[in-house]
C-alpha cells in the first residue's frame, strides 16, 4: 500500500483530508457505537446462562448485579451518544462502553478462579467484536488492548497466588495475541478506509472537472477541442484510479487469503495436539507426547516469527522503528550467521560459502535489524535453490558503503516478477498448487529495514541460473566505547528490551527457518500393505510434514495410513492402492486439492472413494467448489481432531458398506449368467442324446431298404447286357446316377452311425504313416487335378486307437481342405497345396493337415465342431465332419487344434497319445 505524501488532492492539504475524513467516520462510528451497546447489553445479560452452567445458583446470583449494572451502564452510554453532546464526544463514550465490559469481567474473574477463570475469554470477544465492529481509531484501540491486559492482570493477582502458572501462561498467551492481531488489524483497516476515502474524493473532484469541462462546452463551442482535451485527460485518471482501486482490492484479498492459511495451519498444530494431550492425559505415550510438543514448539515458533514480521511492518509504515546502533563486528558477526543457516543448507545438501573482506573491523550498526536482513535472504536464497546447488554470502566494502551480497544458483526470477517482488504481501505463484510457503513478507522487510538505515536493496536474476540480492548500508566504522558509556546507554533502553528470556525467544524465532526440510519432501514409501489387514485404508495427502505426522499418529489406531506429500502422489497413490476413504489439504504443490477430487472422480476404479478436504477458508464460494469438486466433506482450520476421526469413521463405514453390496451384487450377476449356461448346456445335451436316438433308428429302419436297393442295382447291371447298343447308354446313365444317390445315403448313414455312437474300441495301435497314405489313395483322383501334397512322416510312429476311425477323421479333414481351395482362385504363379506332418513329443503324437485355401473367418472359428455347424451350401454337406472328428479324438485321450489366417491358411493340429514301444524307444 502506497503511503499518502501531501497534498494529497490538487490544493487540499494532508491535515484537511484528515479533518474529513474524522467527519465522515463520526457519524459511521457513532452508529456502530450505539449498535455495539445494544448487541453487547444482550450479550452480557445472555452470559448469565454462562454463570449458570459454569457456577450453577450461586455463580449466577453473585455475578447477575454486576450485569445488570453493566447494561445499565452501556444503555446509559448508548442514549448519550443519542445526543449532541455524545456526537462530539464519541471517542471518549466508546472507551467508556468498554470500560465497563472489561471491568465487569475482571471483577468475575477476581470473584471466580482469578488466573484459571475460564472468563478470560470474555476479553478476547470485547477485543475482536469492537475491532470489527466499532470501527475504534488505532490510538483508541491500543488503550483498550492496553485497558483489557491491565485489568486482566489486576485481577489475577488481586485474587491471590496463581496456582496454576501454565493456565495463566496460556490466557495471557492468547489475549496478548489477540490484542496484537487487534491492534494490526484496525492500523490496516483504518489505513485501507483511509485510502478508500481519498480516491473517493478524487472520483468526486474528478467529476466536478468533467462537469466543468461541459460547462464550457455549452458556453463557448470554439473551446471544444480545449475541453475535449480536458475530458480525456479527466478520463485518463479515472481510468488509473480504477485500475489503484482494484490494485488495492486485490492485494486485500491476497493478503487475507496468505494471513489465513499462514496463520490457520501453525494454530491448527497448536490446538489439535493440545486437545489430544487434554483428552487423553497421562494414558499417552511419553514418546507420542513428546512429539506432540515437538510439534506445538515448532509452529508457535512459525507463529510467532510471523507476527513479529507483521509487527515491523506495523512500526516501519508508522514510523516508530528505531535504528539502534552499537559497536559490532562483522567477522563474527557473519561467522555467527553462517553457523545459523549451516544446517538448513545440510539438510538440503547445499554447499552454503560465506566470505566476509579482511579489516572490516568493528561498525556502528543495529546488529538486530542486520541480523534480520541477512537470515532473511540466505533463507530466501535457501528455500529457492534445489538440491546441489550453492549458496554465497559475501560482505565487503566499497568505499563510503557497506555491501552484503547474496548469490544462490535457484530457480531464478522472470523477468515481469522482478519490479515486485520488494512489494509487501507479493508472491510470483498465489494459485492454491504453489510449491513454496510465506506470505510474501522477508523481502520488503529487508528493504524497508535498509532504507531505514539510509542504504537500499537491488536484484539480479536469470531464469534458471539463480539470482543476486546486494544490499547497501552505509559503512560507519565504530569509536570506542567505554564501559561507563555502554552502560550508560543500556540504562537508556526500555524495560521490555532488557528482558533477556524475551529476547531470546524473538531472537530463535527469527533463525527458525520458515521451509520444508529435505527430508519431509521425500515421497513416503509404503511398506507392509501387501496383506490386507482387517483396519479401512486412509490416504492422507498434505505437504505440511508436521501436519502429515501428527494426523498420521492419531489415526494409525484406527485406519492403515498411506501418505503423499503432493496432489500429484495422492492421484497416483489412490489408483494404486484403492484406498478406503482420502483425506487432503487444499492447498498442495503440483495439484491442490480441488484438481485431485476431480481427477479421483474420473477414473472408475476411484470414483466412488470418500474424499475430505481441509481447508483454511470457511467461505461460501470455497465450500460450492469442495462440492463441486466432487468433496463428499471438508472441514475448516483449525478443527477439532474429534469431529474429524467421527466424520472419517462415518464416511469409511458407508463406503464400505456400499461395497460390500456392490460385491454382493456383481456375485449374484455371475451366478445368474451361470444357471442361465448351465441351462442352455442342458437343452443343448438333451438336443443330442435325442438325435443319437433318432439317429439309431433311422439306421436300423433305414439300413435293410438301402441293403435291397443295392441288390436290386446289381440285377438291374446284369440286365444292361441284354439291352440294345442303342438303349443301353441311356440306361447305364440312370443306373449311375441311381447308385450315386445310393452310395450318398449310405455315406450319411455311416456318418451318423460314427457320431450316435457311444462306445469304442481304442486299445489297438496303428502306423500312422500307413494311416496317411491309406487315406491319401482314397483323394488320388483329385490330387492329380493340380493339388501337391507334400508329407513328412516318420515310419515309426504309431498311435494307440482304432485305425478305421483314425482314417474316418483323416477323411472329414482332407476333403475339407480340398472343397476349401476349390472354391479359392489363386494366381498363376501358385497351386494348391497340402502338407502332412507328424512328430513325437512328451508321449504325444502331433499331426499337422495344413492347406492354403481361403481360411476360416475368426468370427466362426470357435463354432466349427459343433454339430449340424455348416459354411457349405444346402446339400452339400449337414455339419457334422468335423464334430465327428472332434468326439473320435477325444475318445482317442487326444484332442484338435484349429489354427487359421482368413485368405493364407487353415492349419488343423491332432494330438493323440503315441504307443508304448516308441516311448520305450
Known amino acids: 500500500m502506497s503511503s499518502l505524501s501531501p497534498p494529497i488532492l490538487e490544493g487540499l492539504p494532508l491535515q484537511h483530508l484528515h479533518r474529513q475524513f474524522q467527519d465522515y ?165 483504518n489505513k ?72 490457520r495451519t501453525p494454530l491448527t498444530l497448536l490446538l489439535a495436539p493440545i ?91 543495529d546488529a538486530e535489524k542486520l541480523e534480520r536482513i541477512c537470515l532473511n535472504l540466505l533463507f530466501n536464497a535457501l528455500k529457492f535453490t534445489p538440491s546441489g546447488g ?106 521490555e528490551a532488557q528482558k533477556e528470556w524475551i529476547s531470546d525467544l524473538y531472537r530463535r524465532a527469527e533463525m527458525f527457518p520458515a521451509m520444508t526440510s529435505l527430508q519431509a519432501t521425500l515421497r513416503p514409501v509404503e511398506v507392509g500393505l501387501g496383506k490386507r489387514s482387517k483396519k479401512p485404508r486412509l490416504l492422507i495427502a498434505d505437504d505440511e510434514p508436521d501436519m502429515l505426522r501428527f494426523l498420521r499418529n492419531q489415526l494409525s489406531e484406527t485406519f492403515d495410513i498411506i501418505e503423499a506429500v503432493d496432489g500429484h502422489q495422492a492421484v497416483e497413490k489412490a489408483a494404486q492402492f484403492l484406498p478406503d476413504i482420502i483425506l487432503s489439504d487444499m492447498m498442495m504443490p503440483e495439484k491442490d486439492g480441488l484438481q485431485v477430487c476431480r481427477e479421483l472422480r474420473q477414473r472408475t476404479s476411484t470414483r466412488t472413494i470418500p474424499v475430505v478436504l481441509l481447508t483454511a477458508r470457511a467461505d461460501e464460494k470455497t465450500k460450492i467448489d469442495c462440492l463441486t469438486a466432487g468433496a463428499s466433506d471438508f472441514l475448516g482450520k483449525p478443527f477439532s481432531l474429534t469431529e474429524l476421526s467421527v466424520r472419517l469413521k462415518n464416511l469409511t463405514d458407508s463406503h464400505l458398506y456400499q461395497r460390500e453390496l456392490q460385491v454382493q451384487k456383481q456375485r449374484l450377476e455371475a451366478a445368474l ?59 447305364e446313365d440312370t443306373l449311375g446316377d441311381i447308385e450315386n444317390g445310393v452310395d450318398r445315403v449310405a455315406r450319411i448313414i455311416s456318418d451318423l452311425r460314427g457320431f450316435s455312437r457311444t462306445t469304442s474300441q481304442v486299445a489297438g495301435n496303428f502306423n500312422v504313416s500307413q494311416a496317411v497314405q491309406t487315406t491319401l489313395r482314397f483323394f488320388s483322383h483329385a490330387i492329380k487335378d493340380g493339388v501337391e501334397v507334400t508329407t513328412d512322416l516318420p515310419p515309426y510312429l504309431e498311435g494307440t486307437g482304432d485305425q478305421n476311425q483314425f482314417i474316418q477323421v483323416l477323411i472329414n479333414l482332407i476333403q475339407n481342405a480340398l472343397d476349401a481351395m476349390a472354391g479359392k482362385e489363386y494366381p498363376e504363379d501358385q497351386s494348391r497345396t497340402l502338407d502332412i506332418r507328424a512328430a513325437e513329443a512328451d508321449g504325444l503324437i502331433t499331426l499337422r493337415i495344413r492347406d492354403n485355401g481361403p481360411g476360416i ?33 477325444a475318445e482317442h485321450g487326444g484332442r484338435i487344434l484349429l489354427d487359421s489366417i482368413p485368405g493364407q491358411f487353415c492349419e488343423f493340429t491332432l494330438e493323440f497319445p503315441a504307443t508304448a514301444s516308441i516311448l520305450e524307444a
Open 25 to 189: 467516520e463520526r457519524g459511521i462510528r457513532v452508529r456502530n457505537y450505539r449498535l455495539c451497546g445494544l448487541l453487547a447489553s444482550i450479550a452480557v445479560l445472555a452470559g448469565s446462562s454462562l454463570d449458570w452452567m459454569v457456577y450453577e445458583e450461586e455463580g449466577m446470583a453473585a455475578f447477575f448485579p454486576l450485569r445488570l449494572g453493566t447494561v445499565l451502564t452501556l444503555l446509559l452510554i448508548r442514549i448519550i451518544l443519542g445526543t449532541d453532546f455524545g456526537h462530539h464526544w464519541h471517542r471518549l463514550l466508546g472507551l467508556g462502553m468498554a470500560a465497563p465490559l472489561m471491568g465487569s469481567i475482571a471483577w468475575m474473574i477476581y470473584e471466580s478462579e482469578g488466573a484459571a477463570s475460564p472468563y478470560y475469554a470474555g476479553l478476547n470477544l470485547i477485543m475482536l467484536g469492537a475491532a470489527i465492529l466499532m470501527r475504534w481509531p488505532l490510538l483508541d484501540s491500543i488503550l483498550v488492548v492496553i485497558m483489557t491486559l491491565v485489568m486482566y492482570l489486576a485481577a489475577c493477582y488481586a485474587h491471590g497466588p496463581i496456582a496454576k502458572p501454565s493456565i495463566f501462561y496460556n490466557n495471557l498467551y492468547f489475549l496478548v495475541t489477540t490484542a496484537f492481531l487487534t491492534t494490526a488489524g484496525t492500523w490496516f483497516y
Open 192 to 263: 485501507i478506509r483511509l485510502t478508500e476515502f481519498e480516491l473517493r474524493q478524487r472520483l468526486d473532484s474528478s467529476l466536478e472537472k468533467i462537469q466543468e469541462a461541459n460547462s464550457a462546452l455549452a458556453d463557448s463551442y470554439g473551446q471544444l477541442e480545449q475541453s475535449k482535451s480536458q475530458l480525456e485527460e479527466t478520463n485518463t485518471k479515472l481510468e488509473e484510479n480504477n485500475k489503484k482501486l482494484r490494485e488495492l482490492d486485490e492485494a486485500k484479498s491476497r493478503f487475507f487469503a496468505n494471513v489465513s492459511h499462514e496463520l
Open 275 to 365: 486437545e489430544s494431550l487434554r483428552i487423553q492425559g497421562d494414558s499417552i505415550a511419553p514418546d507420542q507426547r513428546d512429539d506432540l510438543l515437538t510439534t506445538m514448539h515448532s509452529n508457535a515458533m512459525r507463529l510467532l516469527k510471523l507476527i513479529n514480521d507483521l509487527l515491523d511492518l506495523v512500526r516501519l509504515e508508522s514510523g516508530t522503528i528505531q535504528i539502534r546502533r552499537a559497536p559490532l563486528a562483522l567477522e563474527d558477526f557473519v561467522r555467527g550467521l553462517a553457523n545459523a543457516a549451516i544446517g538448513v543448507a545440510k539438510d538440503k545438501r547445499i554447499h552454503l560459502s560465506i566470505d566476509c573482506q579482511q579489516g572490516l573491523g568493528r561498525v556502528q550498526a
Open 390 to 495: 550453492t549458496v554465497q554470502l559475501h560482505v565487503i566494502r566499497d568505499g563510503d558503503w557497506l555491501r552484503l551480497e547474496v548469490r544462490d544458483s535457484g530457480v531464478g526470477i522472470a523477468p515481469e516478477d522482478l519490479p515486485n517482488i520488494f512489494s509487501r504481501f507479493w508472491q510470483a505463484d498465489t494459485s492454491s498448487q504453489r510449491k513454496y510457503q510465506g506470505m510474501g513478507i522477508g523481502l520488503s522487510l529487508v528493504k524497508e529495514i535498509a532504507e531505514a538505515h539510509g542504504g537500499s536493496v537491488s536484484v539480479e536474476s536469470e531464469r534458471g541460473k539463480g539470482t543476486t540480492m546486494a544490499v547497501i548500508l552505509p559503512y560507519e566504522e565504530a569509536l570506542d566505547t567505554t564501559p561507563e558509556e555502554t552502560e550508560a546507554e543500556s540504562h537508556d533502553l526500555p524495560p
Open 673 to 731: 449368467e451361470q444357471i442361465k449356461e448351465t441351462e442352455a448346456l442342458l437343452v443343448r445335451n438333451e438336443k443330442l442324446a435325442s438325435l443319437g436316438r433318432l439317429s439309431a433308428g433311422l439306421i436300423h429302419e433305414i439300413n435293410n431298404p438301402l441293403n435291397y436297393a443295392k441288390q436290386a442295382l446289381y440285377v438291374l447291371r446284369d440286365t444292361a447286357t441284354k439291352l440294345t447298343d442303342a438303349d443301353r447308354p441311356d440306361f
Open 857 to 889: 473367418p475368426a468370427d466362426i472359428m470357435h463354432n466349427v465342431f459343433d454339430p449340424f455347424f455348416t459354411t457349405k451350401d444346402v446339400g452339400a454337406g449337414m455339419g457334422l465332419g468335423l464334430s465327428i472328428c472332434h468326439q473320435i479324438i
